[in-house]
């Protein structure tokens, strides 16, 4: 157990320092978001990966692999995420870990937090879909936006923008 605790120290300090070295690299580069912190919620893993992909896309692309990892776990904090990523560390440092990009992260991340049905669940959200007080361009953008990933397309798709709308 002390060894372990020994390590994320150590991984925190490697955290932090990167951290510090990416602020330094990165001063003349446009400003980004920084990610949300991952706590494992379900509703917020495609958002957190997303976040983690446009920050990475512009202020991590001389960063290696291991880099990316931990800089990506950083944010990962807190409730049922928190024993998670010591999981993820732990088999890092035993050698027994399958993740060696930030791309293998985020599936295995996907595979543990990610949704059981989301073409359903996007289905369901798009058929309750309504305009309401929206304005048209607002609607059609919410429209859009539930209808990617819900198995809708072509003319089943019209008849539910027409049918709500």
Known sequence: MEDLLHFM???SEAIHTLQQQLIAQNASKPQVAVPPT??????KVVGFINACHLYARARLERIEDKGRINWALSYVQGEMAETWKDN???EITKGTSDVETMEELFEKMRE???EFDKESRKADELRLLTQGLKTCDEYVQEFRRAARGSGYEGRALL????KFH
Not at 38 to 43: A, D, M, Q
């Open 88 to 90: 993820v560390l732990d």
């Open 159 to 162: 008849h539910l923008i027409r």
């Open 112 to 114: 543990e937090f990610g």
């Open 9 to 11: 120290a150590q991984q």
């Open 38 to 43: 991952f706590n494992g919620s379900r509703e």
